[in-house]
């Protein structure tokens, strides 16, 4: 997994609701990007829904 600011500068935000998982690199598995919704009364990551 990577954790990267996109863009990242002094005005930089974080969404506090929404996370990108990059899966870069996987032995036996597909990589790719997942979008995740996060829920910060629970600490927890869900599948992003709009």
Do not use: C, H
């Not at 997994?1 to 990108?20: C, I, N, T, Y």
């Not at 996060?38 to 992003?48: A, G, H, K, P, Q």
Request: hydrophobic letters at 40%.
């Amino acid at each position: 997994m990577l954790a990267r600011p996109k863009d990242a500068d002094e005005k930089f935000q974080v969404a506090a609701d929404s996370a990108e998982l990059i899966v870069a690199k996987q032995r036996n598995g597909p990589v790719g990007e997942l979008k995740l919704t996060f829920l910060r009364d629970i600490t927890r990551f869900e599948n992003y829904t709009q």
